[in-house]
């Protein structure tokens, strides 16, 4: 195959095109499952069937991180040590997929805000968040793509990322929550005044044709608000990118892992937002792990980038010890299912009736 087709074999950011275009056929198999298969009709889509997908998706991102274990051949040009690369591999993959996972948190709420301001049917989100995951497919390619390229080629990007996370960090806590107004949004003002728009959602159709308000008697294209839906949460998913790829590139620099990471941490979303989004409110604590996370993970680039690297003494040897990734997973995990209990046990409603303890 490789010899008939020897493009396959060039490699592309460190690895051969054929592993790229695997695991893209791999997602685009999972997606055909889904909506060709399991949700082929509209519906709403239950919190028990939803729990059920976003186990199975986790349940395939674990497994992968057994093959980038075992199987996958990193580029030593991506690690900071040559020695057990796979094990480096793994556990950068991990530190990025629940990083991007928790960072999704935040899109829930605003999805949340855009089906409502749409009046989207619950019938009828399933089909807008599964063309915008492809959507998002398509994006995080182009961003990591452009993130790599530059990171790798000029590594002191690294520390204007590491002001970024721990400025969107202080941000996250003390700069008030993430509100998007739509009523004065530019692109949807765009859109209104350059397409035609039917007033009302015509089933779960993103065009549909009718007559010409010209009055020529043809019958021509008009967008539906689900398409204007489908726009919104695609621009959603680009200014929570700007947020995520940075973060995902200071765990990691070998772009098939941020890529891998970031997908399979995307295609949870869908089925996260089914399972969450009436219980979202009660993880109100989460953002303040979060943005630790996000101010910690800035100090490490600081930290190895900087003082590893720049603080040596007459011999070389560094006067400072290298943090290894274990801890950015490990600080990850605490900081993130931490603030996930105390957000559940503080917003638990009591028995009797009574509010949640005052914060």
Same mark, same amino acid.
């Given at each position: ?136 497919? *398509?994006? /995080? ?5 452009? %993130?790599?390229?530059? $990171?790798?080629?000029?590594?002191? !990007?690294?520390? #204007? ?118 219980? *979202?409110? /009660? ?5 303040? %792990?979060?943005?630790? $996370?996000?101010?910690?993970?800035? !100090?490490?680039? #600081? ?57």
């Amino acid at each position: 195959m490789l010899e008939s087709l020897p493009f396959l074999g060039a490699a592309y950011a460190g690895q051969p095109v054929w592993l790229w275009m695997g695991f893209l056929a791999f997602i685009g198999f999972l997606l055909w499952i889904d909506l060709g298969v399991v949700n082929n009709k509209d519906g709403v889509v239950s919190a028990k069937k939803s729990a059920a997908m976003w186990a199975s998706f986790a349940a395939l991102a674990i497994a992968f991180g057994g093959y980038v274990y075992f199987v996958y051949a990193p580029d030593p040009a991506y690690y900071m040590s040559p020695d057990n690369l796979n094990q480096q591999a793994v556990l950068q993959y991990f530190t990025g997929y629940l990083l991007e996972t928790a960072l999704a948190f935040d899109n829930i709420f605003v999805i949340g805000m855009i089906f409502t301001f749409f009046a989207v049917p619950r019938e009828y989100q399933h089909r807008v968040l599964f063309w915008g995951i492809m959507g998002a497919i *398509v994006f /995080r390619a182009i961003f990591i793509s452009l %993130g790599a390229a530059i $990171v790798n080629e000029f590594t002191w !990007v690294l520390f #204007i990322f590491a002001a970024f996370l721990i400025f969107t960090g202080w941000k996250m806590v003390f700069g008030g929550d993430h509100e998007m107004d739509l009523h004065q949004n530019p692109v949807l003002k765009f859109l209104r005044k350059r397409l035609r728009v039917t007033d009302t959602i015509e089933n779960h159709n993103f065009f549909v044709r009718r007559p010409d308000p010209r009055g020529t008697g043809r019958l021509v294209l008009f967008a539906t608000p689900l398409f204007l839906t489908l726009v919104m949460v695609e621009v959603v998913d680009v200014i929570f990118a700007v947020d995520s790829v940075p973060a995902i590139f200071a765990v990691t620099k070998d772009p098939f892992i941020v890529y891998t990471s970031n997908i399979f941490a995307i295609l949870g979303l869908r089925s996260m937002y089914f399972m969450l989004a009436e219980a *979202v409110a /009660r993880f109100k604590y989460l953002k303040y %792990g979060l943005s630790l $996370v996000l101010v910690l993970i800035g !100090v490490k680039i #600081i930290w190895n980038f900087g003082l590893y690297k720049g603080w040596q003494d007459l011999t070389g040897e560094a006067l400072v010890p290298y943090l290894e990734p274990q801890w950015s997973l490990l600080a990850t995990l605490l900081l993130i299912g931490g603030s996930m209990l105390y957000s559940w046990i503080r917003t638990h409603q009591p028995r009797d009736g009574a509010a949640p303890p005052a914060v």
